[in-house]
């Protein structure tokens, strides 16, 4: 009895000891939570390749060796793009930045210009939607005395390099071009018990729609 008990309790030592590595670093152990797909792009993987000629160099001749260079992990798009569908993408980011800037304004008469209105019973009401309709004033001048018009100034500047990082010329900040976009399954939401309620801005407890929204911060993708 005794042997018995004693072979049991060396073989459960020897199997937590195999469960967990000891001596070295092994990581953390457990599920990570995978980063989520923005919609439209694949992702690429780690991989390497050789740079660098593959011929045999002519004689006398001084050529560089080949070497192994090593490329992290990206997202790609699923489809390929023009240069001027990525100038208006481009745009698009720059104005709605720029929109943003001027309805944050402390003039709430001029600030209301640049929000969406929508009627709700037969009466307007802002919306939090952008007014891509409202013209943005890139080319307005600063204005010593008129508030209104220095605080235009100072919101469209925001958009531009300034103090040391200032060339020539006004140049759009590349730093602050962060986006956010949504999408939403269309289908699955019409589905019955999927609807989406207006009026609490929500859907139902027992509503089943997938939603993929992500934006860029300090370069890198935040999921929501």
């Known amino acids: 009895m005794k042997k018995l008990l004693f072979f049991i309790f060396t073989a459960a030592i020897v199997m937590s000891s195999c469960s967990k590595p000891k001596g070295f670093l092994v990581g953390v152990y457990g599920k990570s939570k995978p980063e989520t797909t923005p919609y439209g792009m694949v992702f ?3 991989g390497s390749f050789n740079m660098g000629p593959n011929d045999q160099s002519a ?13 992290d992990a990206f ?3 699923e489809t390929e793009i023009t240069n001027g569908e990525y100038r208006q993408f481009v745009h698009w980011v720059r104005d709605s930045l720029t929109l943003e800037y001027l309805r944050q304004m402390d003039d709430e008469t001029e600030s209301a210009k640049y929000y969406k209105t929508t ?6 009401e802002l919306d939090t939607l ?7 004033p890139w080319g307005i001048k600063w204005k010593e005395g008129d508030e209104l018009t220095e605080a235009k100034y100072n919101a469209i500047n925001q958009m531009f390099f300034s103090g040391l990082e200032k060339t020539k010329g006004k140049q759009i900040n590349s730093h602050i071009m962060n986006y956010s976009y949504q999408w939403i399954n269309y289908d699955q939401a019409a589905l019955p018990g999927n609807e989406f309620n207006p009026y609490t801005a ?3 407890p027992n509503a089943k729609v997938r939603i993929d929204s992500a934006f860029m911060r300090n370069g890198a993708i935040v999921d929501t």
Do not use: A
Not at 59 to 71: D, L, R
Not at 130 to 136: C, E, G, S
């Open 59 to 71: 004689t006398w001749t001084m050529q560089q060796k080949q070497k192994t260079v090593s490329v």
């Open 75 to 77: 997202w790609m798009d």
């Open 202 to 204: 929500s859907y139902g």
């Open 119 to 124: 009627k709700v019973y037969g009466e307007e």
């Open 44 to 46: 690429i993987p780690r």
């Open 130 to 136: 952008l007014n891509w309709k409202t013209k943005i």
